[in-house]
């Protein structure tokens, strides 16, 4: 479930560098026996254990670097048409920035959508008082669209408007006082 929230470039990094350590256990535990059988032996043990150390601080390396939000899904900036907050959209989850999951003043608000997924995704932000709705065109893969709105006091729902995407997790909450 963490991989379906990440970048696609996050998402190969964590992998591979789960599968090097993997490919490593394994073939310590089950392949290297096999061919020697007093493996790893008096010879071998300080290299299998600085090999374990370098492979453990790569993979502890790899859930920092490729774990985290980017600085863009983290930064809100203000322009003189308000507050440009940096959206994500991946399969299937929209990422906002820390600034957008506090409680806002009402005022205008852009949303610059960045869609790092491989699908067309839109960002809808609809008001639950009124039903009021505005939202972006389908963004390709890659693309980048800004929607903005003014926001009064009250629960907006963010959300990708592509069938079946809301319902598998593409949706936030703004709120507004």
Same mark, same amino acid.
């Given at each position: 479930?963490? $991989?379906?929230? /990440? ?8 992998? =591979? ?10 073939a310590?535990?089950? $392949? ?18 600085i090999?374990? $150390?370098? $492979? ?47 409680? /806002?003043?009402?005022? =205008? ?23 009021? =709705? ?11 669209? =800004? ?13 990708c ?12 909450? /703004?709120?507004?006082?």
């Open positions: 479930m963490l $991989l379906a929230g /990440l970048s696609t470039g996050h998402t190969i990094g964590l992998t =591979t560098m789960a599968a090097i350590f993997i490919v490593f256990a394994l310590s535990s089950f $392949l290297a026996p096999r061919i020697w059988p007093d493996f790893p032996g008096r010879a071998g043990l300080s290299v299998f254990i090999a374990s $150390l370098v $492979l453990f601080a790569g993979m502890l390396t790899a859930v920092e670097v490729f774990g985290s939000e980017s600085e863009a899904a983290t930064r809100a900036e203000t322009t003189r048409a308000g507050t440009v907050f940096q959206v994500q959209e991946t399969e299937f989850r929209i990422v906002l920035p820390a600034a957008a999951k506090k409680t /806002l003043p009402p005022g =205008t608000y852009a949303f610059q959508v960045h869609n790092l997924g491989k699908l067309e995704h839109d960002l809808a932000v609809r008001a639950r008082s009124t039903g009021k =709705t505005a939202k972006t065109q389908l963004i390709s893969p890659g693309g980048v669209a =800004t929607l903005t709105v003014t926001l009064t006091k009250g629960t907006y729902d963010l959300f408007t592509v069938p079946g995407h809301r319902a598998a997790g593409m949706e936030a909450t /703004l709120a507004v006082s």
